[in-house]
């Protein structure tokens, strides 16, 4: 588990985890509304180099953005809870891009096998409980590094 202090350890957070990513890397962001998952996809995003503001593409459900080596996908699902569309979700996924996912369990059926899951639990205004899991031996090593530089256990 990693615990999380007030937003500048949610950007070394952030920072930390884009420096392991790769293209073609999911991530799936876990938690209640107002937990942190759109200030940590923008705190990805800003380490990846994307100049543009990042915010919650909750109307447009998937936004892409040109980071300085990548691309970032950002893809907010809550609006696709009562929808068994598929809007060309594996293009985005095979795309040389880091995708990140929030409220995935809306489009669980369309997931790439592989990607690795962050549940953000909220403790406090200022706290927040950050838990990994991984599918697929990449993400694990991801995981198993993250743990080690960031682990609060």
Not at 49 to 57: L, Q, T, Y
Not at 74 to 99: I, K, P, Q
Request: aromatic fraction near 8%; proline fraction near 2%.
């Amino acid at each position: 588990m990693i615990e999380i202090h007030g937003l500048d350890e949610m950007e070394r957070f952030g920072t930390l985890l884009a420096s392991k990513l790769s293209a073609g890397d999911v991530l799936l962001l876990e938690g209640d509304l107002g937990a942190g998952k759109t200030t940590l996809s923008q705190k990805i995003g800003a380490a990846l180099g994307v100049k543009r503001n990042i915010n919650s593409p909750t109307f447009n459900i998937i936004k892409s953005y040109n980071g300085d080596s990548l691309k970032f996908h950002h893809m907010d699902c809550y609006r696709l809870e009562e929808s068994d569309e598929d809007l060309g979700f594996e293009e985005y996924f095979n795309d040389e891009a880091v995708t990140v996912i929030e409220w995935s369990r809306f489009i669980k059926d369309y997931l790439p096998p592989t990607y690795m899951v962050i549940h953000i639990q909220v403790e406090s205004e200022t706290i927040r409980q950050i838990t990994i899991e991984a599918q697929g031996t990449h993400y694990e090593q991801i995981k198993e590094s993250l743990l080690h530089e960031l682990s609060t256990d």
